[in-house]
């Protein structure tokens, strides 16, 4: 105070504040003791106080001076502050040169490839009302960065899966960046161009997908047609105005994602592209486990209600910075990432070379590309069964080539013949989709007999019901069950709301808000002011009263083109576990399985099912580990009961984390070694390289691998007779 009259500057009193309210701290006193703070009971009054109480507190001064440095000053330094923000107002998106015309000529190249020189309307009016739209609301760059991206891993021999609603563009399609075509079902020939969307056979598949339709044979030249198309509409991806900030998800290879969001370097320059930071907060079975143990350290019972309370209050709060883990900033050239944003290293570890923004990416969405590239494993496992394949039979096998109609495939959803086992070979599991992504999670299977698919597009609406919060349970199970509504009726994705309504003669906008309204829950919670009168727009154009009903207990729906382009990654695994069975369970189990053990399950079948009996018997009680385990037990008795078997591991052929199909049998890797991490499989596979090994104490300074994991080895056989140490007795000679 003195300071500021001698020099005379203003001085203002401040409090240090880290919650709101006195009886707050209890919330801060719970963190620290969470994150190990000995002294976390001895919490000083950091709370707001407000203006009564700081002159309170700083009525020492003299009441005059008090109210200068608490009220007079501090609201004099407030006025002459201007209203700033930490972030700026402005779009920057990145600049490709000539990006509206190279994604046009890429569409119409590609649609004039597959339908001919003379394209057909439909075709035409599709892309030209997207490409508009698109090209005037400055979207086009994004779909060149999503082409280049996505072009390039194919052309590396990993294909990408699409996610969210991207698969409704079909300006997407045709640029390559989605295999999910959204027309509606149509045949078209390759080698005449001929094309049939309009046919009184054809329009019957309207709202399914084309792989639904028979086989048909072309009626100019006799060549077999293409059956394509799942009738998805354009506006759940952009919006009725098509003005929406398109959000291009793509999954990856989990082993090529790396060199995508290399690549984004190639693309915009090196320093032009940032991982997204992210904010972690408390979650809340972290925030239980602080509460609870804070409790239970000071011997204090609480009651349920209290811990809840308690818990509400921990729950967000700020953690640490972290990073997206597929997201990717793109800086225009010319702008500094400082006027954005600050850049740090993850969590501040200066040992790495990734940079991230500092501000949570939500915060500079407005004004930067954020690019979605993230890893998946059905790509990797594709790339692996196309390896594996082509090894058994000697000629390339494309899995984009195989047919989504196969009865083989399609029977796996209705029984287990086409495994050639019956279900009580595999514990009495009624359908064959054990390990199919999308499809393999007992509830699945569960909807799978409840809803028995027939076709693609069955598939499809299952894969949406599964993945939606009380459209399945509460909601679609009930109204099948009564037999209101088949699979094909029931309101599956969001994408059914809005084409059942225009196709019942509602207004198209109407449709699209009552779609917007439903899926995001707003409805089933009472937050949707319009429902009262839509509801009375939809009983009027005589929409039932179970599908009204349905819409009001929706909390969140899956859009259709997410459903499709994960179904025909699951359709071609699925595919190979029919007709390449080796080459699936090698794959699976390199790549899907999470605690596949070489002890439990490559010791035969009868081993297996002890195992297997044991875990079931203790079910309630499997940790998270053995309910993995147990999972991986289940497909490994699959493969048993289809006649198929696990060589002994070879510490000279055996990889460190792939399974190899040898003499028609499988090779399991060192990884499948309990306690035998990855790094430790990599230096066993490393090491046998280098010739065979003289000893146990050789293997041992070789590979690193630890005593412990060394005498397991020995304990299941895998050493034959290799001596323990490289000293020679007198009694050998």
């Keep these: 105070v003195k300071l500021g009259e001698e020099f005379h500057k203003p001085v203002v009193a401040t409090c240090d504040v880290h919650f709101l309210e006195p009886e707050d701290e209890v919330y801060r006193r719970i963190v620290m003791a969470g994150q190990g703070f000995t002294d976390a009971d001895n919490q000083a009054p950091l709370y707001l106080r407000t203006t009564e109480e700081m002159l309170e507190e700083f009525a020492y001064l003299g009441s005059q001076k008090a109210y200068e440095v608490v009220v007079t000053n501090t609201v004099k330094i407030a006025e002459q502050i201007e209203k700033i923000s930490p972030v700026r107002p402005d779009k ?59 072009w390039k891993s194919v052309e590396d021999g990993y294909l990408v899966g699409s996610r969210g609603s991207v698969g409704s563009s079909f300006v997407a399609t045709m640029a390559g960046i989605t295999e999910v075509n959204p027309l509606s079902p149509h045949y078209y020939c390759t080698e005449c161009h001929y094309s049939d969307f309009e046919s009184e056979e054809v329009r019957k598949y309207a709202g399914g997908c084309g792989w639904d339709m028979p086989d048909k044979k072309c009626p100019v030249c006799g060549a077999p047609l293409v059956k394509d198309g799942f009738d998805i509409p ?53 925030a239980y486990g602080y509460v609870k143990n804070y409790y239970e350290e000071r011997n204090q019972g609480k009651r349920k209600c209290e811990i809840e309370r308690l818990l509400q209050g921990c729950v967000g709060i700020r953690r640490s910075t972290g990073q997206h883990p597929g997201g990717i900033i793109v800086l225009p050239i010319g702008q500094d990432i400082n006027s954005f944003t600050p850049v740090q290293h993850p969590a501040n ?77 595999i514990g009495g599991c009624p359908v064959g989709c054990l390990g199919i992504p999308e499809f393999g999670t007992d509830f699945v299977i569960q909807m799978v007999v409840d809803t028995k698919p027939k076709t693609l597009s069955d598939l499809i609406r299952i894969s949406g019901l599964s993945h939606g919060t009380d459209v399945w349970l509460n909601n679609a199970q009930t109204l099948i069950q009564q037999g209101k509504a088949t699979i094909s009726t029931a309101i599956c994705t969001r994408d059914d709301i809005m084409t059942f309504l225009i196709n019942s003669g509602m207004e198209s906008e109407t449709s699209f808000k009552i779609m917007e309204d439903v899926r995001k829950g707003k409805v089933a919670k009472n937050k949707s002011a319009k429902w009262p009168e839509w509801k009375e727009d939809m009983l009027a154009h005589g929409i039932p009263d179970w599908y009204v009903w349905s819409c009001e207990q929706i909390k969140y729906m899956f859009p259709k083109a997410h459903a499709a382009a994960y179904v025909m990654m699951a359709y071609r695994i699925a595919y190979c576990k029919v007709y390449y069975p080796l080459a699936y369970y ?52 699959e493969m048993y009961a289809r006649g198929y078997e696990f060589l002994p591991i070879d510490l000279y052929k055996s990889k460190a984390t792939k399974f190899q199909i040898v003499d028609g049998k499988l ?67």
């Design 92 to 150: 920057c998106p990145p600049v490709i040169e000539d990006s509206d015309k190279q994604l046009r000529d890429i569409c119409y190249n590609k649609a004039h490839s597959m339908y001919g020189e003379e394209l057909p309307p439909i075709v035409v009016e599709r892309l030209e009302r997207e490409l508009n739209s698109i090209i005037s609301n400055g979207f086009a760059v994004m779909y060149i960065i999503a082409q280049k991206l996505v």
């Design 234 to 286: 354009f506006e759940t991806f952009l919006g009725f105005k098509g003005n929406k900030e398109p959000d291009i998800d793509l999954n990856f290879s989990g082993d090529y994602q790396s060199n995508a969001h290399k690549y984004t370097e190639v693309i915009f320059g090196d320093g032009q592209t940032f991982r997204a930071g992210t904010i972690g907060t408390l979650a809340d079975k972290t």
């Design 349 to 425: 570890d200066m040992t790495t070379d990734i940079v991230t923004t500092h501000f949570d990416y939500h915060s500079i969405d407005h004004n930067l590309l954020k690019l979605d590239i993230l890893g998946h494993d059905d790509p990797t496992m594709i790339k692996m069964l196309e390896e594996l394949v082509t090894e058994i039979t000697g000629e390339p096998f494309v899995a984009t080539d195989i047919k989504l109609d196969d009865q083989g495939v399609m029977k796996l959803f209705a029984d287990t013949s086409s495994l050639g086992i019956s279900p009580e070979d």
């Design 586 to 637: 090698a794959a699976y189990f390199s790549i899907r399985a999470n605690a596949f053990s070489y002890e439990l399950m490559c010791q035969g079948k009868d081993k297996l099912e002890y195992y297997i009996r044991d875990y079931k018997k203790r079910s309630d009680s499997l940790s998270n580990k053995e309910q993995d385990t147990l999972k991986d037990m289940r497909l490994v008795q």
């Design 667 to 733: 090779l399991p890797p060192f990884s499948t070694i309990e306690g035998m991490g990855d790094k430790a499989a990599d230096a066993v596979e490393m090491a046998a390289a280098d010739g065979p090994y003289l000893s146990l104490d050789d293997f041992r300074q070789r590979t690193k691998v630890s005593k412990t994991v060394i005498d397991f080895m020995a304990d299941l056989g895998l050493f034959g007779d290799l001596p323990t140490s490289n000293q020679l007795s007198l009694f050998d000679l």
